[in-house]
C-alpha cells in the first residue's frame, strides 16, 4: 500500500484530528474506485484484462451451448418422448449449478453478470422442459399417415394452448426471480418481465375459454388489460427499488403499458383508443416532473404524438387538419419549453436564497452552485 498522503489528510495529521494510520486508512478506502456504471447499466470495464476476461468466458459458453446443442439434435429423435424433457431439464440444473459456482468464487461486478447469464439460460431450459411435457400430456398425438383435414384428427381443448403459456411463464418466473434475487442484472430483470407478459396474455386467453361456450376464443382484450396492469406493478417494483436497474424497469413497464392498451383498443372507435392513448402520454409526462427519469419522458411524447396525430389524421382533414397540427405542435412546444423552466427555477432560487443570507464567501457560493448544477444535469 501506497505511503503518500493527501494534502488535505496531511493537514487533519498535523491538527490532532486523525492519526497516520486512520489517515492511510482513508487514503485506501478512497483510492478503491468501483467500476462505473452508465445511465443504461452498460458496466466501463476498469481495465483491459477485465475486459478480456470476461469476454473470452462468454465466447466459451457459447462454444459450449453451441456444441451441445449440435449433439443434442443429433440424438433429438432418439430420446423419445421423456428422453426430450428429461434432456432439457437436466441441462437447466447444470446451468443453475454452473450459475450459483460462479457467484460463489467470482463476487465482483463480473461475476455478477456471468452468473445471472446463467441464470437466465436454466430459466429458458426450465420453459422448455415445462413445455415439452405439457405438449406430452395435454395435446392429442395424431398418426403421421392422418390428414389434419380427417374427420378424425384430434384437435386440443381450446383451453390447451393459453393453459400451455401460463403454466410454462410461471415456471420460468420462478426460476428468473429467484435467479434475480441471488444475481440481479439487466438481463435477469428482461428474462422475468418475458414470462411474466406470456403469463398475462395466456391468462386473458385461457379466462376467456373456460367462460365463453363458442368456438371462437374472442379478442385478447382481457389479456391485454392484464398486461396493462402489469405494466404499472413494474413500475411500482422499480419505484420500490425492488428492481435494481432503474432505467430497464422504466422502460419494461412503460411498454407493457402501451402493448397493453393497443390491445384492449384494437376494434374501439378511434376517438376512443386515441384520447385513451394521449391520457396515458399526459400522465407519464407528469411522472417525468416528479421523478425526471427520461423513459417517462419518451413514453410521454410517444402516447400523445401517436393519440395525437391518429385522431388528426382520422376526423380533421384538409387546411382545419394542418391548423389542428399546428396547435398539437405548439402545445408540445409550450409544454416542452415549461419543463425546461420548471427545472431551471430551483437553481436561481437557491442563488438568491445564499445572497440573501448575506455570506459572501466565494468557495461556500460556487460549493453551493456545484451541489446544484450536479442536481439538476439533464438525463440525455
Same mark, same amino acid.
Given at each position: 500500500?501506497?505511503?503518500?498522503?493527501?494534502?488535505?489528510?496531511?493537514?487533519?495529521?498535523?491538527?490532532?484530528?486523525?492519526?497516520?494510520?486512520?489517515?492511510?486508512?482513508?487514503?485506501?478506502?478512497?483510492?478503491?474506485?468501483?467500476?462505473?456504471?452508465?445511465?443504461?447499466?452498460?458496466?466501463?470495464?476498469?481495465?483491459?484484462?477485465?475486459?478480456?476476461?470476461?469476454?473470452?468466458?462468454?465466447?466459451?459458453?457459447?462454444?459450449?451451448?453451441?456444441?451441445?446443442?449440435?449433439?443434442?439434435?443429433?440424438?433429438?429423435?432418439?430420446?423419445?418422448?421423456?428422453?426430450?424433457?428429461?434432456?432439457?431439464?437436466?441441462?437447466?440444473?447444470?446451468?443453475?449449478?454452473?450459475?450459483?459456482?460462479?457467484?460463489?468464487?467470482?463476487?465482483?461486478?463480473?461475476?455478477?453478470?456471468?452468473?445471472?447469464?446463467?441464470?437466465?439460460?436454466?430459466?429458458?431450459?426450465?420453459?422448455?422442459?415445462?413445455?415439452?411435457?405439457?405438449?406430452?400430456?395435454?395435446?392429442?398425438?395424431?398418426?403421421? %399417415? =392422418?390428414?389434419? @383435414? &380427417?374427420? /378424425?384428427? *384430434?384437435?386440443?381443448?381450446?383451453?390447451?394452448?393459453? !393453459? $400451455? +403459456?401460463?403454466?410454462?411463464?410461471?415456471?420460468?418466473?420462478?426460476?428468473?426471480?429467484?435467479? %434475480? =434475487?441471488?444475481? @440481479? &442484472?439487466? /438481463?435477469? *430483470?428482461?428474462?422475468?418481465?418475458?414470462?411474466?407478459? !406470456? $403469463? +398475462?396474455?395466456?391468462?386473458?386467453?385461457?379466462?376467456?375459454?373456460?367462460?365463453?361456450?363458442?368456438?371462437?376464443?374472442?379478442?385478447?382484450? /382481457?389479456?391485454?388489460?392484464?398486461?396493462?396492469?402489469?405494466?404499472?406493478?413494474?413500475?411500482?417494483?422499480?419505484?420500490?427499488?425492488?428492481?435494481?436497474?432503474?432505467?430497464?424497469?422504466?422502460?419494461?413497464?412503460?411498454?407493457?403499458?402501451?402493448?397493453?392498451?393497443?390491445?384492449?383498443?384494437?376494434?374501439?372507435?378511434?376517438?376512443?383508443?386515441?384520447?385513451?392513448?394521449?391520457?396515458?402520454?399526459?400522465?407519464?409526462?407528469?411522472?417525468?416532473?416528479?421523478?425526471?427519469?427520461?423513459?417517462?419522458?419518451?413514453?410521454?411524447?410517444?402516447?400523445?404524438?401517436?393519440?395525437?396525430?391518429?385522431?388528426?389524421?382520422?376526423?380533421?382533414?384538409?387546411?382545419?387538419?394542418?391548423?389542428?397540427?399546428?396547435?398539437?405542435?405548439?402545445?408540445?412546444?409550450?409544454?416542452?419549453?415549461?419543463?425546461?423552466?420548471?427545472?431551471?427555477?430551483?437553481?436561481?432560487?437557491?442563488?438568491?436564497?445564499?445572497?440573501?443570507?448575506?455570506?459572501?464567501?466565494?468557495?461556500?457560493?460556487?460549493?453551493?452552485?456545484?451541489?446544484?448544477?450536479?442536481?439538476?444535469?439533464?438525463?440525455?
Amino acid at each position: 500500500m501506497s505511503t503518500e498522503i493527501a494534502p488535505a489528510l496531511q493537514e487533519l495529521i498535523d491538527a490532532g484530528t486523525l492519526t497516520r494510520e486512520q489517515a492511510l486508512a482513508v487514503h485506501s478506502a478512497m483510492s478503491e474506485k468501483p467500476e462505473p456504471v452508465t445511465a443504461f447499466g452498460a458496466v466501463q470495464f476498469s481495465n483491459k484484462r477485465s475486459f478480456i476476461s470476461e469476454a473470452l468466458t462468454y465466447v466459451g459458453f457459447v462454444f459450449v451451448i453451441a456444441a451441445a446443442a449440435l449433439l443434442t439434435n443429433q440424438a433429438w429423435e432418439g430420446l423419445g418422448q421423456w428422453g426430450r424433457p428429461s434432456l432439457l431439464g437436466a441441462g437447466a440444473v447444470v446451468l443453475f449449478g454452473a450459475g450459483s459456482w460462479m457467484r460463489i468464487i467470482r463476487k465482483d461486478d463480473s461475476g455478477r453478470r456471468l452468473s445471472s447469464t446463467l441464470y437466465v439460460g436454466s430459466e429458458a431450459l426450465v420453459a422448455g422442459t415445462i413445455g415439452l411435457i405439457l405438449n406430452e400430456v395435454w395435446v392429442p398425438k395424431n398418426p403421421s %399417415y =392422418l390428414d389434419p @383435414g &380427417s374427420p /378424425l384428427w *384430434q384437435e386440443p381443448a381450446r383451453w390447451v394452448n393459453p !393453459a $400451455m +403459456a401460463v403454466s410454462v411463464g410461471a415456471g420460468a418466473l420462478i426460476v428468473g426471480a429467484v435467479a %434475480y =434475487l441471488l444475481s @440481479g &442484472s439487466a /438481463l435477469g *430483470q428482461v428474462a422475468m418481465a418475458a414470462p411474466s407478459a !406470456a $403469463m +398475462a396474455i395466456g391468462s386473458g386467453q385461457l379466462i376467456i375459454a373456460l367462460t365463453n361456450d363458442t368456438d371462437q376464443v374472442g379478442p385478447a382484450r /382481457l389479456g391485454s388489460a392484464i398486461l396493462f396492469a402489469g405494466g404499472l406493478l413494474w413500475i411500482a417494483l422499480e419505484h420500490y427499488d425492488y428492481l435494481h436497474e432503474k432505467v430497464v424497469g422504466q422502460v419494461l413497464g412503460i411498454v407493457a403499458m402501451f402493448s397493453g392498451l393497443q390491445g384492449m383498443g384494437f376494434d374501439l372507435k378511434v376517438w376512443a383508443s386515441s384520447s385513451v392513448l394521449v391520457i396515458l402520454g399526459l400522465g407519464l409526462l407528469v411522472f417525468y416532473l416528479q421523478g425526471h427519469a427520461w423513459p417517462y419522458l419518451a413514453g410521454g411524447i410517444i402516447g400523445m404524438f401517436a393519440g395525437g396525430v391518429r385522431m388528426l389524421v382520422e376526423y380533421v382533414h384538409g387546411t382545419s387538419g394542418a391548423l389542428a397540427s399546428l396547435a398539437l405542435g405548439i402545445l408540445l412546444v409550450v409544454f416542452g419549453v415549461r419543463i425546461v423552466n420548471d427545472r431551471r427555477e430551483p437553481t436561481m432560487l437557491v442563488q438568491a436564497e445564499t445572497r440573501a443570507d448575506g455570506n459572501s464567501d466565494d468557495q461556500n457560493d460556487q460549493s453551493v452552485q456545484d451541489n446544484v448544477d450536479y442536481k439538476n444535469i439533464e438525463p440525455f
